[in-house]
């Protein structure tokens, strides 16, 4: 992918743009297989699931400098000012397109960018999500209730300049710290959850919940731990680190009993949204979902399913709840990685379990993030 931003200088978010794309592959797979030989005497590879080189982000999450009338929307640079990075390559054309109704509205509505140095201003970031049927989900953070009070007396206009943009919310941030959003949120439109097909399920995606930003691979992932599980026909599933519900979801099938659990109450709530809309209603008491920590809820669970799906943060696992599994769990484990490296430490605590299937899903191209699908099976 060739990218104007990265060959100015002005962006090296995207580390390996230049690098012919079918190399980058090759070397991720490469350094994942590298790091899991350990655990897995012979360890089944499936083909790599490939991405669109460009054009992949369905969520933008862009940080707004500049000045009321000449806003910028992309990163900061090294003295804390905005750089414009509205073309940029690995969106979602359809976000692309939604930029300049967003910076017209910015200067409309009076929403003065955050100046960071300064330590003044109103707009944080806007953050944009795109389905794949064109629909939005447009979030702007602002430090105040002010700036909550600009956009609702503007959001007319906002909804007539851009007709795909579905859920519009605002959140609030006062402080003065390196995060994205803060506690509060104000939905302003009538519908809250933005609809999202994903591989063969429809998930619902309220504001603060978090969704993959490769919604192509990101099906392909659920599809390959649908099979896995299929094939394996558990009778009972925990989905830990569940999400807005995606692994759940494809999980479920008729007498399976899914259970997923998610610190996050509002994905949970998302979970509970695509769950009530895709099963009927005689079906729905299979599959639930709980708002808790997923290490704190396991450990106290009295019995553990034949099978368990995680999906941890880039931390991974971590040693306890590593050692519960270890300690007491089922038969199979599906390990959905994005960070390959805690992959390694946390099977290292598992030694009861050895990799028996991976796949690389790469969910971030032009990076060297890597995703990695395993299959868990206990020896002992």
């Known amino acids: 992918m060739q990218c104007d931003y990265f060959d100015a200088g002005l962006c090296r978010s995207c580390t390996l743009v230049g690098e012919p794309y079918s190399g980058q592959l090759a070397e991720k797979q490469r350094a994942v297989a590298a790091l899991l030989a350990p655990f897995g005497d012979d360890i089944a590879w499936s083909a790599p699931v490939e991405s669109p080189e460009s054009g992949f982000r369905a969520k933008a999450k862009m940080v707004v400098g500049g000045t009321v009338d000449a806003p910028t929307i992309g990163i900061l640079d090294g003295q804390g000012r905005g750089v414009d990075l509205r073309r940029c390559?690995?969106?979602?054309?359809?976000?692309?397109?939604?930029?300049?109704?967003?910076?017209?509205?910015?200067?409309?509505?009076?929403?003065?960018?955050?100046?960071?140095p300064?330590?003044?201003?109103?707009l944080k970031h806007l953050i944009v999500t795109e389905s794949i049927s064109g629909e939005l989900m447009v979030r702007f953070v602002v430090r105040s209730p002010e700036g909550v009070a600009r956009v609702r007396r503007r959001l007319g206009g906002l909804l007539a300049s851009l007709p795909r943009a579905r859920v519009v919310s605002v959140n609030v941030l006062p402080e003065h710290k390196a995060v994205l959003e803060g506690e509060v949120e104000h939905v302003l439109t009538e519908q809250?959850?933005?609809?999202?097909?994903?591989?063969?399920?429809?998930?619902?995606?309220?504001?603060?919940s978090f969704v993959q930003t490769n919604t192509a691979v990101a099906g392909e992932l659920y599809r390959q731990a649908a099979a896995w599980?299929?094939?394996?026909?558990?009778?009972?599933?925990?989905?830990?680190?569940?999400?807005?519900?995606?692994?759940?979801?494809?999980?479920?099938?008729?007498?399976?009993?899914?259970?997923?659990?998610?610190v996050s109450p509002e994905a949970v709530a998302s979970a509970e949204i695509a769950r009530d809309a895709q099963l009927p209603r005689s079906a729905r008491d299979s599959i639930s979902f709980i708002a808790a920590d997923a290490t704190a809820w396991a450990a106290a669970q009295d019995a553990v399913p034949e099978l368990v799906i995680v999906n941890p943060p880039r931390r991974g696992l971590g040693a306890p709840l590593a050692h519960v599994l270890e300690a007491r769990g089922p038969r199979t484990v599906v390990y959905s990685s994005c960070n390959p490296e805690s992959?390694?430490?946390?099977?290292?605590?598992?030694?009861?379990?050895?990799?028996?299937?991976?796949?690389?899903?790469?969910?971030?191209?032009?990076?060297r993030h890597t995703e990695v699908l395993t299959l868990l099976e206990r020896l002992r």
């Not at 300064?118 to 109103?122: P, S, V």
């Not at 394996?232 to 569940?242: N, Q």
């Not at 992959?343 to 030694?351: E, H, K």
């Open 89 to 116: 390559g690995v969106i979602a054309p359809g976000i692309l397109a939604a930029f300049p109704a967003l910076i017209a509205f910015i200067t409309a509505a009076a929403l003065d960018p955050y100046d960071v």
């Open 192 to 208: 809250h959850a933005l609809a999202m097909p994903v591989g063969d399920v429809t998930l619902h995606a309220l504001p603060k």
């Open 343 to 367: 992959l390694a430490r946390d099977l290292a605590a598992m030694p009861s379990y050895r990799v028996s299937r991976a796949r690389v899903v790469d969910m971030f191209p032009q990076s």
């Open 118 to 122: 300064a330590r003044r201003g109103e």
């Open 229 to 262: 599980i299929t094939e394996l026909s558990p009778a009972s599933v925990w989905d830990l680190y569940c999400g807005v519900g995606g692994f759940a979801l494809h999980a479920a099938a008729p007498d399976r009993r899914v259970v997923g659990v998610e």
